[in-house]
């Protein structure tokens, strides 16, 4: 099993920008691809970026493309989503994930996060 942690979360200007983090415990890490997932209140969760084993291919929902990017360092155990460019309607909280398979569904993925809240208001 892995152990996902999630931090670098807060409130940021519209444009602004931010770096998320997830810890991961284990030394199966590099075995897991890795996704960033986010939930509004009242809304689904919902896909944002995934990276492979390697961190050699990545993913990006097309809301967050060119704006968001994500990677991995598997000698840290530690994967990172750099979001730049925010806008309101990225306030969510948001969750690593860990799956065998390459997939932008939820219910793919293996282990979760407690998840980090991202608050983007003027």
């Known amino acids: 099993q892995v152990q996902l942690v999630e931090s670098g979360g807060g409130l940021v200007q519209p444009g602004g920008s931010l770096r998320l983090s997830c810890a991961a415990s284990?030394?199966?890490?590099?075995?897991?691809?890795l996704g960033w997932f986010r939930q509004a209140p009242g809304k689904e969760r919902e896909f944002v970026a995934r990276?492979?084993?390697?961190?050699?291919?990545?993913y990006y929902a097309d809301s967050v493309k060119g704006r968001f990017t994500i990677s991995r360092d598997n000698a840290k155990n530690t994967m990172y989503l750099r979001m730049n460019s925010l806008k309101p309607e990225d306030t969510a909280v948001y969750y690593c994930?860990?799956?065998?398979?390459?997939?932008?569904?939820?219910?793919?993925?293996?282990?979760w996060g407690q998840g980090t809240q991202v608050t983007v208001s003027s």
């Open positions: 994930a860990a799956t065998t398979q390459w997939s932008t569904t939820p219910d793919a993925y293996d282990y």
């Open positions: 990276i492979a084993r390697s961190g050699g291919n990545t």
């Open positions: 284990g030394p199966t890490f590099s075995s897991y691809a």
